[in-house]
């Protein structure tokens, strides 16, 4: 991207408008922010969804479980939504951005006007595509509504697939087995959140989904899915083995919803590309969240982060950003995942490259792995060790050097190190 193309944006009015597209997390942050930092002028804030904007991770969890409602998850009260004062156009798709009018297409047909366009348009749950699938009713969790149709079959006597190891699929079997029903866990690959944790660490979870009764498979290939009998639908595997099961739910990845932006020509690979400014190619539009590609110094590389943090702080940053402010949106990934009583916790990108010191015993039910670069601490990995992790984080951004037996020793205490 061309660092220099945000030069030509044009200056915000009070009288302009803002439109933000996608109602989530991000965009309901950048909303607030908007107002926070004085914008006046028209703000409409689009969503496909029927709720107002929301967190994510709980419906995996307390919403799935039924002991949360899903208004627990909206970002704010509903006053203080309606004092915000803007336009929300809830269940809207748009269906183009026509760049050089500067407005967007409505599915209803409407034409919109913005002077300044945020897409957080976020992404949605990739689609299982075996043979069988149109045969059986596979969940997906990603909306308030997947929360809210799967969590009648998480009950005892009934049996759940999970087709995924990563996160999502992880959380909905801990919280299915919670619940009392039986949770075989499918995976692909060699291991659990390949993608995303050190082997050591896929290790810890897979004891810990094992202590609580999940059936966990590895290296297990969907061939295909069947009808059953008695209300059960059957997974074939590549194997030729096969498991009857309630309820199927896929956790096989998220789709980024760059369409309307690749079709609007703006520059995307894998999401939508912007720079440290939260800007697209264009100068007037910027994205943030799920959708967002972002360089990032500390994975020496562009990223899409799909996190609480990032759904949060990006929305922040964009709307600053969309009102002539200075941004320098470059974060310390952070990661976190509620299972089972566990509270595990990443920062940084840990590689195969660092130097693994441990804080406790991996595997226990504290313990924080630091992963080195020399003396200096490039990412930390902890489960149950909120405290240390804070300390170590600080650890990380200031690159700051240490001696690796004393951050092993844990009567050292992590702010002295």
Not at 329 to 357: A, E, T
Request: hydrophobic fraction near 45%; charged fraction near 20%.
């Amino acid at each position: 991207m061309d660092s220099e193309r945000s030069d030509t944006a044009t200056p915000i009015s009070p009288t302009a408008t803002i439109v933000i597209v996608g109602a989530g997390q991000a965009g309901g942050w950048a909303a607030q922010t908007l107002r926070n930092e004085g914008f006046t002028g028209r703000l409409v804030l689009i969503g496909d969804e029927a709720h107002p904007p929301h967190e994510r991770p709980p419906l995996s969890k307390a919403v799935l479980a039924g002991e949360a409602a899903p208004a627990s998850t909206w970002l704010l009260k509903p006053e203080a939504f309606a004092a915000l004062g803007l336009e929300w156009w809830l269940d809207t798709r748009v269906t183009r951005i026509d760049r050089a009018a500067k407005r967007l297409e409505i599915a209803n047909g409407e034409m919109l006007p913005y002077d300044k366009l945020i897409l957080c348009t976020g992404g949605r749950a990739r689609a299982l595509t075996v043979p069988g699938v149109d045969t059986a009713a596979v969940h997906t969790l990603r909306t308030i509504g997947d929360a809210l149709a799967l969590a009648p079959a998480l009950r005892p006597g009934r049996s759940i697939v999970v087709i995924g190891g990563g996160w999502i699929g992880l959380e909905v079997a801990a919280t299915a087995r919670r619940k009392g029903a039986e949770v075989t866990v499918l995976e692909a690959q060699s291991r659990l959140c390949e993608r995303t944790v050190p082997p050591e660490v896929s290790e810890h979870l897979l004891g810990l989904h094992a202590s609580h009764g999940t059936r966990v498979m590895l290296g297990a290939n969907i061939a295909g899915i069947a009808p059953g009998t008695g209300g059960r639908s059957v997974v074939k595997l590549a194997d030729g083995s096969t498991l009857a099961c309630h309820a199927i739910v896929a956790g096989v990845g998220l789709v980024p919803n760059d369409e309307l932006a690749w079709e609007a020509g703006l520059e995307c690979d894998g999401g939508v590309v912007v720079d440290a400014g939260c800007r697209t190619s264009d100068p007037d539009i910027f994205a943030a969240g799920d959708v967002a590609v972002t360089p990032n110094p500390w994975a020496g590389r562009r990223l899409r982060l799909e996190s609480w943090q990032n759904a949060q702080e990006q929305g922040i940053a964009a709307a600053r950003a969309a009102l002539g402010l200075a941004v320098d949106y470059q974060p310390l990934p952070w990661f976190w995942s509620d299972q089972y009583g566990m509270n595990l916790q990443i920062h940084g990108i840990p590689l195969p490259s660092h130097r693994v010191v441990a804080r406790g015993t991996p595997g226990a039910d504290s313990f924080v792995l630091f992963y080195l670069d020399g003396d200096v601490v490039k990412a930390t990995l902890g489960s149950n060790a909120a405290r240390d992790l804070r300390f170590a984080r600080r650890h990380i951004e200031q690159c700051k050097p240490v001696d690796a037996s004393r951050l092993a020793d844990p009567n050292v205490p992590m702010s002295r190190q």
